[in-house]
């Protein structure tokens, strides 16, 4: 009786199995690094019916996120300004009325205009959570999380994109660490604050008046270390008895 | 093997240049593999509806019936606020600057006026008030710096230090001339703190 099996096919099963595991590994490096918010959602950048220019409004002209994002402060909601908010500098007469980019204001809200509908402003939204998750934005800027720790310098874009991933790990980080990301409350909206901005007499002070310790013992406690976001944030978090929450019914009710 | 390799080689530099590196610009709706609980079925945010004939998710009460903890302005409660986010409501001098057919003089009992009201106005002006009028009320914004728009009131001059504070406080509300109504957002105890910061500015710059 003869040889069934070709002397070639020795190796066959070794090699199957070789190819199987580089094939495996590449699938799998494709998923590792690509199946997460940090390649699905970082970058996101639609177009909106009007193309609104935050790096005009936020950062040459210097207004306030609060102006239009009007109930940050008050809402888990961070709202879109009403038509009636942007018609407020851009109306009849005043800011670029005529400007073609406003043609869906003057559509929702001109009813002297010939193409007037009524319909609202359709603007895109960016940053979605899973519908499982309950973010609150009120709770966040109402204790020393500033808007750019999550968007990004939204100042300097003049078309907003999604700046960080919002995965449930990266709000964790931050949970977890809560010192890396608070700052004065009134420099929550100031994007491009940096903690040397922060006088240190003053801070040792208003740190005095929320513990009742003094502030010269404040100020020796910290002597050789160095000046920095940590330092801050690890001040206010006791000061404000900032405790974030980490168990999964913070978020997921 | 050695066509395998090569396939798998090809394979792989093609995925890797159509994905492209993390953090790209993009503007197609993101990818989602599993969107099932991501996306309920539920009423958002300032998101319209298919459940109502009329397209709106955000609803008025039902007529005739009250939410809980919501205060009618007629029922014996006027001049005060069920809460600080109260937008408008009653034709009482706190929620209008009005006393029947004129502006009224002074600010409201229910209100206290110390540090922190005025404060609360300095934020609120800040944010609000500073485009047109300026950090220091006088007029000159950034609006009065890029644009040749008819200019915002001086709110320090002698005119607006001559108004009574209900005048003001409707001016806010309703919006004058150019100015368009802001009191859909900004809550009527904090038109009231920017009233009395504004006159803070009038004496600060006599």
């Not at chain 1, 018609?87 to 009325?97: I, L």
């Not at chain 1, 040792?204 to 513990?211: M, N």
């Not at chain 2, 006027?78 to 009653?90: K, N, P, Q, W």
Request: hydrophobic fraction near 35%; charged fraction near 20%; include cysteine.
């Amino acid at each position: 009786m003869g040889n069934i099996f070709p002397r070639w096919t020795n190796l066959l099963a070794v090699k199957i199995l070789i190819c199987l595991g580089a094939l495996g590994t590449c699938v799998i490096a494709l998923a590792w690094y690509s199946w997460t918010p940090k390649y699905t959602r970082v970058g996101y950048m639609p177009q909106q019916p009007i193309p609104f220019d935050h790096s005009l409004h936020a950062g040459q002209l210097g207004m306030d996120c609060r102006y239009c994002h009007t109930f940050v402060e008050n809402s888990p909601h961070s709202n879109v300004p009403s038509a009636q908010v942007c018609w407020n500098c851009h109306g009849p007469g005043k800011v670029k009325s005529d400007s073609p980019k406003l043609e869906p204001l003057r559509q929702a809200l001109d009813e002297n205009y010939e193409k007037y509908t009524g319909d609202p402003i359709r603007w895109v939204q960016l940053h979605k959570t899973p519908d499982y998750a309950y973010f609150d934005h009120s709770v966040h800027v109402n204790r020393g999380v500033s808007c750019v720790k999550c968007h990004g310098k939204v100042n300097e874009m003049p078309v907003v994109y999604h700046h960080e991933s919002l995965s449930m790990s990266w709000c964790l980080d931050c949970h977890r660490n809560p010192e890396q990301a608070l700052r004065p409350m009134d420099q929550i909206t100031n994007l491009d604050w940096e903690p040397e901005d922060l006088e240190p007499d003053e801070f040792y002070a208003y740190l005095a008046g929320k513990t009742g310790k003094s502030a010269d013992d404040l100020k020796k406690s910290d002597e050789g270390k160095e000046w920095n976001q940590e330092l801050i944030g690890a001040h206010l978090q006791q000061a404000w008895n900032v405790h974030p929450p980490q168990d999964c019914a913070a978020c997921h009710r | 093997m050695r066509w395998f390799f090569l396939i798998l080689a090809i394979a792989v530099v093609a995925t890797v240049y159509a994905l492209g590196p993390r953090g790209e610009k993009f503007s197609e709706t993101p990818f989602e593999l599993f969107p099932d609980m991501d996306r309920q079925y539920k009423q958002k945010y300032q998101k319209p509806s298919q459940f109502f004939e009329d397209g709106k998710g955000a609803r008025k009460p039902v007529a005739g019936t009250v939410p809980i903890g919501f205060k009618f302005p007629h029922a014996g409660n006027e001049g005060d606020l069920s809460s600080d986010l109260d937008y408008s409501a009653g034709d009482d001098y706190l929620n209008t600057g009005l006393f029947g057919d004129f502006y009224g003089q002074g600010f409201p009992e229910t209100l206290e006026i110390d540090e922190d009201f005025l404060a609360r106005g300095k934020e609120r002006y800040q944010i609000t008030c500073t485009p047109c009028h300026g950090d220091s009320g006088n007029g000159q914004g950034i609006v009065a710096k890029y644009w040749a728009i008819p200019p915002s009131a001086n709110l320090i001059d002698e005119r607006v230090s001559a108004m009574p504070e209900g005048q003001i406080f409707w001016t806010i509300t309703h919006g004058k001339g150019l100015m368009g109504p802001y009191n859909g957002v900004v809550s009527v105890r904090d038109r009231w703190a920017i009233v009395a910061y504004v006159q803070a500015l009038q004496a600060g710059s006599k």
